[in-house]
């Protein structure tokens, strides 16, 4: 049984468009996440939702918008895509949103705009 | 700015060998973990020591953490190809409550 899954897995899309990816986690976790990873591999936390309260939001331009309709979703959803947007994003969650509790990833959604 | 700064970039060794990589971060934390990604997959937790811990074991996997030098490293022993994937280190501060990611080490076990 997948733990933490997202669709899609890749999209490609051009700028200007909007798109939005989806993420469920069947763990019975109480907090969520959404991540960047760039280019060169590096990792950014964009959000976090604990109890579909929005408690982490970096800064992140307003395009991206989080939305949790449960425990066991967050989808994230960009307008007006653009070129820099071109990465792979990773949903998460963890139990708590303690102090770093573990978490588990989904396998990522790649997003290429043109 | 990042608070993981891992070393090396890249490993690559031979089936058998043992990899080392290290993890410095800048600010007082409460834990550090360890993530694998291997290519093209999502994260994968290894293990997590808390700052009042100098070392910590799982299987094949040993970290250590050096909080007066602002250090960790993963040991894996008798590395196998499965192991070749990145490695990340990410931190939690002591007042925070995010992980933030090093760089990670790309390792490359060669059969």
């Known amino acids: 049984d997948t733990a933490v899954s997202q669709t899609p897995k890749y999209l490609v899309t051009q700028m200007g468009n909007d798109k939005s990816i989806k993420c469920e986690q069947n763990l019975g976790h109480d907090t969520m996440y959404w991540y960047k990873q760039d280019s060169k591999k590096f990792l950014k936390i964009m959000f976090s939702y604990n109890n579909k309260e929005l408690i982490i939001n970096e800064t992140v331009p307003n395009r991206f918008s989080p939305k949790s309709p449960d425990k066991a979703h967050l989808n994230l959803h960009i307008n007006s895509l653009e070129l820099g947007d071109s990465a792979v994003y990773f949903c998460?969650?963890?139990?708590?949103f303690g102090q770093g509790a573990e978490q588990y990833f989904g396998p990522g959604t790649r997003l290429t705009v043109t | 700015s990042q608070q993981g700064e891992e070393d090396p970039q890249a490993l690559s060794i031979q089936e058998g060998e043992n990899a080392t990589m290290n993890c410095s971060y800048k600010?007082?934390?409460?834990?550090l973990q360890w993530y694998r990604q291997n290519s093209g997959r999502g994260l994968v937790h290894l293990i997590l020591?808390?700052?009042?811990?100098r070392e910590k074991h799982s299987g094949r996997l040993r970290v250590t953490l050096d909080t007066s030098k602002k250090s960790s490293s993963l040991l894996i022993t008798a590395s196998r190809a499965a192991d070749t994937a990145s490695y990340f280190c990410a931190t939690v501060g002591s007042y925070g409550n995010k992980l933030v990611f090093g760089a990670g080490t790309i390792l490359r076990v060669k059969s």
């Open positions: 998460a969650s963890s139990l708590t």
């Open positions: 600010t007082s934390i409460n834990n």
């Open positions: 020591i808390r700052s009042n811990e």
